[in-house]
């Protein structure tokens, strides 16, 4: 991978994302920005730190806590 | 990036060797068995720790009968310096050249978990190098041979996409975990809305109103009844007065009947004092009884003698010869006579004492039955004595009690007599008042209970909606939990689509210029995704198998797609080709010198080969001459 979208990932995550919840009428009626922004949290943090140290559950707490806003 | 340097030691052929570079085109010029392939081995391996010849041993690659061999590279990345040492035993070593200094420090040395952080820094990424940077020889065919699985792995790789997969893969479980915590509160959703029951409030409501006004009409009558205290003990003092009542009655009656004629108890008692007198004196009757009878049955006995003595005198008398019948004697009549006169007086006398004897005993004998009769009543008497203590004593307890409940009665409801007696006529009205309270009562503590047992349902509906609605909430939760996770999971596929089609478009875009610089244009319409990494050919609308190229043209395209694919992903700056012109007809050779000077204009290029048209090709190159046996250093 380009050492640009290397650093770029997180961010083209983010726009994916943003792109999924305008489209998609599923997540749009449900989910909020906080949940977005657990999702994008979740993401950067299992890239950063590689899944061999991110566990399945430090992600559920991480976006489950986000939903229980 | 530029490579500076190749040091090796105990490597391959070489004992203590090292290779300066310099930019531009570095050829490194020999025969066969000189150690060419060997220094791009070198290369491959101090920047990845792994040989560029799959299936090759690490320990394989030292120096014969060397325990250990390494390779190192010097390269400058932007303005600092590095030295990158590996052992073949995984050891591993970074460098880098102090500021205004020529010494060297050291960054880290350790094994290879230290890759990752050449990676994430210099981006040596062993599939980057082997796919973009490094052509070995032999690497066309066996890319083409390589199976699609494979190739994928390898775009994979390349584009950062196994590490998004394997955040993708962590998303999916997460979901996997919110889809069952789901279903089991969906479940429990489903249980709860079975057993939920209709609500009571309504039902409460109308049985408050009617206990309200049941207890309004209690109270009134309490006032009516001049009573302020409890109602229960009124009425059970009332019932106690009502069968206290009975039983005096009863035992007033017992008395009376006890006594049969005698005006009182002390009337009784002096009675039986009489005749406990009359009987003490009557003591001897029996004795007196006795004598006379046997006075009786003697005179009896003297009278029976006399009479036969009689007979027997008036037989003499009468006899025919005047002789005694029995001693046939003569018989002296005047004689006989005369003791018979004396014998009928006596038994005449006899009679008239047995006469008055009788009479004495007759007389004796109604008074012994007279005497009798009067110890049967003294006995009776005495009985009935008892029976009146008892029943004077259970009149005196139950009037006390009676006169007790009389009083309390009288305290709370003081129209009640709290005489003895009967319940008179004025206590009918107070009693069917009570009667009415008591009714009232009943209803009023039925209502209490119902009113009770609808509150405790009411309590646990309450309960039941409660955990209803915190179970909602949690539903509510679980589905945000979960779509966040699909979203994550759509967002990591959108990402690598995203990936692809920023770094394989540009990809396909570059193979078309280098196509074109090389005077290939009759390949278009080139696909990198859809056959992963496999350029796709689509020449003139018909899909074209790359393996029915001819070498040549198999060789140019390849070069050209690495090339484009260094590109893409950030090229490293510098080439490494083992031997490209092998098995090159004259005309492609040239075109492979060509291709070389003009990467060489952009990039730094090191090349392999023991063709002197090579060579003399590529005249301005920084030529590294190998020898069949390396010299020392």
């Known amino acids: 991978m380009p050492s640009t979208l290397e650093n770029e990932l997180g961010e083209i995550y983010e726009r994916e994302v943003e792109k999924l919840i305008e489209s998609e009428s599923k997540y749009q009626s449900v989910l909020g920005a906080s949940e977005v922004s657990a999702v994008v949290q979740a993401f950067r943090f299992a890239l950063e730190h590689g899944v061999d140290k991110v566990t399945v559950q430090m992600l559920y707490d991480m976006i489950d806590d986000s939903s229980g806003d | ?633």
């Open chain 2, 1 to 633: 990036m530029r490579l500076e340097r190749i040091i090796l030691k105990s490597f391959g052929c070489f004992d203590r060797r090292y290779f300066d570079l310099s930019d531009g085109v570095n050829l490194i010029f020999g025969p066969n068995f000189s150690g060419k392939s060997t220094l791009v081995n070198a290369i491959f391996f101090a920047l990845t720790g792994k040989p560029i010849i799959p299936k090759v041993g690490l320990t394989a690659m030292a120096q014969s009968g060397a325990s250990s061999g390494t390779a190192g590279i010097n390269f400058r990345n932007g303005e600092q310096s590095y030295q990158l040492f590996r052992s073949t035993q995984g050891q591993v070593q970074l460098r880098q050249k102090e500021e205004n200094d020529e010494k060297w420090r050291i960054l880290f040395t350790g094994k290879r978990s230290a890759d990752e952080d050449l990676r994430k820094q210099f981006h040596f990424s062993y599939h980057h190098l082997a796919a973009a940077t490094f052509l070995r020889e032999g690497e066309i065919f066996e890319f083409l041979a390589r199976q699609p699985a494979d190739r994928r792995d390898v775009l994979n790789s390349l584009l950062g996409i196994d590490r998004l997969m394997e955040v993708r893969q962590r998303f999916i479980e997460g979901r996997r975990v919110a889809k069952r915590e789901e279903k089991r509160i969906q479940d429990h959703q489903r249980s709860m809305r079975v057993t939920t029951v209709k609500n009571h409030r309504e039902e409460i409501e109308r049985v408050e109103t009617e206990l309200k006004g049941l207890e309004s009409e209690y109270e009134l009558l309490s006032g009516k009844a001049g009573e302020s205290g409890d109602t229960v003990l009124v009425t059970e003092l009332t019932q106690a007065h009502e069968r206290f009542q009975k039983e005096i009655d009863g035992l007033i009656q017992e008395r009376a009947s006890a006594l049969s004629g005698f005006t009182d108890v002390n009337h009784l008692q002096t009675s039986i004092k009489e005749i406990e007198a009359a009987t003490a004196s009557a003591g001897g009757l029996d004795k007196q009884r006795d004598e006379l009878i046997q006075g009786v049955g003697s005179l009896n006995s003297q009278i029976q003698t006399l009479t036969a003595e009689c007979e027997t005198l008036c037989q003499l008398i009468d006899s025919d010869h005047g002789h005694c019948p029995t001693c046939h004697q003569p018989v002296q009549q005047k004689i006989i006579a005369g003791i018979l006169a004396k014998k009928e007086s006596a038994r005449a006398t006899s009679q008239k004492e047995l006469e008055a004897q009788q009479k004495t005993l007759d007389e004796q004998t109604a008074n012994i039955n007279a005497l009798r009769g009067l110890k049967q009543r003294h006995q009776l008497m005495q009985g009935k004595v008892v029976q009146l203590e008892r029943i004077e004593k259970q009149l005196a307890k139950l009037q006390r009690d009676f006169d007790g409940v009389a009083s309390r009665l009288g305290a709370l409801q003081p129209t009640i007599p709290q005489q003895t007696g009967a319940v008179s006529d004025e206590a009918a009205d107070p009693a069917q008042i009570a009667e009415q309270r008591r009714q009232l009562k009943y209803r009023i503590d039925s209502l209490r209970r119902r009113l009770v047992g609808l509150n405790k349902e009411e309590a646990v509906i309450a309960h039941k909606l409660e955990e209803l609605q915190r179970t909602q909430h949690q539903a509510n939760q679980i589905l945000r939990t979960r779509l966040s996770f699909e979203l994550a999971c759509d967002g990591v596929e959108k990402t690598i689509a995203s990936l692809q089609q920023t770094i394989l478009q540009p990809a396909e875009k570059q193979i078309q210029r280098w196509l074109e610089r090389m005077d290939l244009t009759r390949f278009s319409q080139i696909d990198l995704k859809s056959q992963h990494l496999l350029p796709s050919l689509n020449v003139e609308g018909s899909e074209r198998n790359l393996l029915l190229l001819s070498g040549s043209e198999k060789m140019m395209l390849y070069l050209c797609f690495k090339a484009a694919l260094s590109e893409a992903l950030g090229a490293l700056g510098f080439f490494v080709f083992d031997d490209p012109t092998l098995h090159l007809d004259p005309d492609r050779r040239s075109a492979m010198i060509d291709f070389i000077q003009r990467l060489a204009e952009e990039h730094q290029v090191i090349v392999t080969s023991n063709d002197p048209e090579v060579r003399a090709g590529l005249p301005d190159a920084h030529l590294i001459e190998t020898v069949p046996h390396t010299s020392h250093m």
